[in-house]
């Protein structure tokens, strides 16, 4: 994240800080397995991992060495290779792809090469150079493709080739099963947050209903009640095409579980171990988060609802960056940036707690919500459409908060995620909501 007010000298060290921290990242991610596989596709879902490499490579390479610093291009017969709308995911195996020390080399190369840009960088005079947007813009862009990354892993079959500690243990969390939000008008989105994407902009007046909101969100226990009541076999808690997807694909639990007798278990990174009962449900879809809210006899909140109880303070009746205001993440705050493999229990992080009492809203999973994913009223697509503007429309549901796999510079209160409403393997959970009378 960027605070508005830094000054050039404290931008360049959080633009250099956020570019060694992604890369760190991918070292790890690309150096725990060997090359065979890097170069496998471990689902068809996803790229093979030296595709993302590569992949993170080029796009700096274009952003900041090319349009920024205006050098010639280094590998411009690769461009194709590594353009995401050019080659679906299932096909990228079949490529003339960098084998792997080619493309760490690469990345190296062109990593050397944009510090030098940043050492020098002026944060003014374009809207790409603007408090250090490009840069900020690239080490979000790696961020998300290490999280991507570590989709693969989670895919991927064989040992554990992942570690990391867990989070601590949590106190059985006892307080309010869910909070009320005042209706009324706030602030959505933003203007103001320099590194913030173009589906984050513009800020505007926002009204919402009252309603009330879950404190946490859902627990794998509060999921296999779902299960064990026969959720997953009665057409009336699903939509029409989620009845259908579920029909078809088979489907009687999360991704990644299996019953094991009376206990379900689940693989987590090459290790099979019984669900925690306490943590939040991860690897559902959204037809499963929807069915799951109605069969509680609720509903997921929309997008609007989500942020207005992840940043409005009604003692300011203000916006935050965040639900405990405008500092940058702590880990006393969320869990994010693949410090644990796993999501932290329900009630964790009190310090991360929003003003009406919300809890994990940031971090642990990404949380499905009842939206489409649509423009904001005075959207205007920067620095290209392929980011956010293709994607709009009704088949894509909006995610919001994060997870332990975010990293902070690509997670705010105003960062929005989306998806299929059939993906899985995603580290997506929710909570669920119901209107207040008035």
Known sequence: MTDP??????????AVASLITARDRTTLLTGCVDGPELTAQHSPLMSPLVWDLAHIGNQEEQWLLRAVAGHEAIRPEIDTLYDAFEHPRAERPALPLLPPEEARRYAADVRGRALDVLEGAAFHGTR??????????????EQQHDETMLITHQLRKGPRALTAPDPEPAPLFTGPSDVLVPGGPFTMGTSDEPWALDNERPAHRREVPPFR??????????????????????PRWWTTEGWAHVRRNSLTAPLFWRRDGRQWLRRRFGVTEVVPSDEPVLHVCWYEADAYARWAGRRLPTEAEWEKAARYDPAGDRSMRYPWGDADPGPEHANLGQRHLRPAPAGSCPAGESPLGVRQLIGDVWEWTA?????????????????????????????????????????RGTFRNWDLPVR????????TARSEEV
């Open 5 to 14: 007010a830094l000054g050039a000298e404290a931008l360049r060290e959080r």
């Open 128 to 141: 790409l150079t603007e408090a250090g947007f490009a840069f900020g813009m690239i080490a979000q862009h």
């Open 213 to 234: 909101i879950d404190t946490t969100p859902v627990t794998n226990a509060a999921y296999q009640a779902f299960i064990e009541d026969g959720g997953y076999d009665e």
């Open 371 to 411: 939206s489409d994913f649509l423009p904001y009223p005075g959207f205007r697509a920067f620095p290209y459409r392929e980011y956010s503007e293709v994607f709009f429309g009704p088949e894509y549901k909006v995610l919001r908060g994060g997870s332990f796999a975010v990293d902070p510079v690509a997670c």
């Open 424 to 431: 899985r393997q995603i580290f997506s959970g929710f909570r």
